[in-house]
């Protein structure tokens, strides 16, 4: 998506951070960085846990801001408990301190209830190894919902999704406004 934007439509704000591994702190950075973004031409997308602060960080922009969930996490404080310990990060060999306050932050960070559903994309894989695939759809009912036969957790296939992806936020290649 970083390559995408950057070659066809390089007027748009990327903003791809590495996450803290805190809930609090990572969300502390995103909402400093978009405090000031028009919402009508903001989008997020979000994989996996990125998927469920995608999903904090629309609705507490509102309705205007478009949210692409990908195989997203929908109880992550539950999934998560049982990982409080120094843990490795998933693509470096980064060790970090996952915290019980993190546990309760992610409880407190998950939002009741999606509003204005017509503003969500998820892209869910059926073949998701590491999440429900029934819960995420149920979480994203009366979404826009892309559902794949097979898949994985990473979406080894995204390439495939991105113009699906792309269409939904609104960004056509440059000329276009987006």
């Known amino acids: 998506m970083a390559a995408w934007l950057a070659a066809q439509r390089p007027d748009v704000e990327w903003f791809c951070p590495q996450l803290a591994p805190s809930p609090r ?3 502390r950075d995103v909402f400093e960085r978009v405090a000031h973004w028009p919402r009508e031409t903001t989008g997020v997308v979000g994989s996996s846990l990125g998927g469920f602060y995608a999903t904090v960080v629309a609705e507490r922009l509102g309705p205007a801001c478009r949210a692409v969930l990908l195989n997203p996490a929908v109880h992550p404080a539950r999934d998560l408990a049982g990982y409080v310990g120094e843990l490795e990060a998933w693509h ?6 996952f915290r019980a306050e993190d546990v309760e932050a992610l409880r407190e960070l998950e939002p009741a209830d999606l509003t204005a559903r017509d503003r969500y ?3 869910i894989a059926k073949g998701d190894e590491v999440l429900d695939w029934r819960e995420m759809t ?3 009912a009366g979404c826009r919902v892309k559902l794949l036969d097979g898949g994985d957790h990473a979406l080894s296939d995204f390439d495939d999704h991105l113009p699906d992806v792309l269409a939904f936020l609104g960004l056509e290649q440059t000329g276009s406004k987006g």
């Open 25 to 27: 702190a990572a969300m």
């Open 92 to 97: 470096s060999d980064e060790r970090f301190e």
């Open 121 to 123: 994309f998820a892209v």
């Open 138 to 140: 149920a979480r994203v």
